[in-house]
């Protein structure tokens, strides 16, 4: 008859329990994983999944009871690390959508927001356009199954039971102005062009006095907005496979730093 100790039990369900904690910490806050469109039964099921797959190429878990304190300790240590990877990510998505809100407002278009299933709040149309061609680069990338092997290698620089150093936290304070400064280089054509429109339009009115600007100036900025976005279209991707790749730099920084 088949026996199992006490012992093997808690090595079986450490083995499981902590990758999977890591995974659903990532999956929390990765881009594509944490969208809300994706139900939490589907993105639980995967990270079962995707956890039982990785199990055989993982280090071995500390043996610690699985009814412990330190074994719940070590559980919110493991979500810790995964919602952290999965947030240096979110900062570029962030910066797109700080490039959307610039040009958007800038279009005159920043009135026209609707509740976006990603963000789980208003957004505008220009940012949610944005957005959405950034999830699909990072898509056609295979962005999300790297995120995922970032996170098994991760297992490796950061076994479950180690200690993380507080620099490592820090990282993510300081990749916060990436954010900022990434959503403005990347509107910045954009924002130039109609800053060029709207000082034309003022001295074509300063010109013409008799000339309504509201009833002009509104619809040639929409067309200039989208003419020059429909034009950049073709360097997006390019910018956003950069920014990506800085997306994977900083976590590389961020575990190299907690390590």
Known sequence: ML????????????????????????FASAPLWSNRGIPI??????????ALAVLPALPDMPAVPTDSWDALGLLMHQVLIGVAIGFMMRLMFAAVDVAGEMIGLQ??????????????????????????LALLVFLALDGHLM???????SFEWLPVGAATARDGWMVIVSHAA???????????????TLLIANIALGILTRAAPQLN?????????LTV?????????????PALHRLFEQGFASIDALLRAMA
């Open 107 to 132: 279009m005159g278009l920043s009135f026209a927001i609707f509740f976006s299933p990603t963000t789980g709040g208003q957004t505008s149309v220009i940012a949610e356009f944005l957005g959405l």
């Open 213 to 221: 600007l509201f009833a002009v100036g509104f619809p040639v900025t």
């Open 3 to 26: 026996q199992v100790t006490a012992a093997q039990l808690d090595a079986w369900l450490a083995a499981f329990m902590f990758p999977i904690a890591r995974l659903l910490g990532l």
């Open 225 to 237: 907005g989208f003419l020059v976005l429909f034009l950049s279209l073709t360097v997006i991707g």
């Open 147 to 153: 995120l995922v092997g970032v996170l098994v290698k």
């Open 178 to 192: 990436l954010m900022f400064a990434a959503g403005v280089m990347m509107a910045l054509p954009m924002v130039a």
């Open 41 to 50: 039964r589907v993105r639980l099921a995967a990270g079962l999944a995707i």
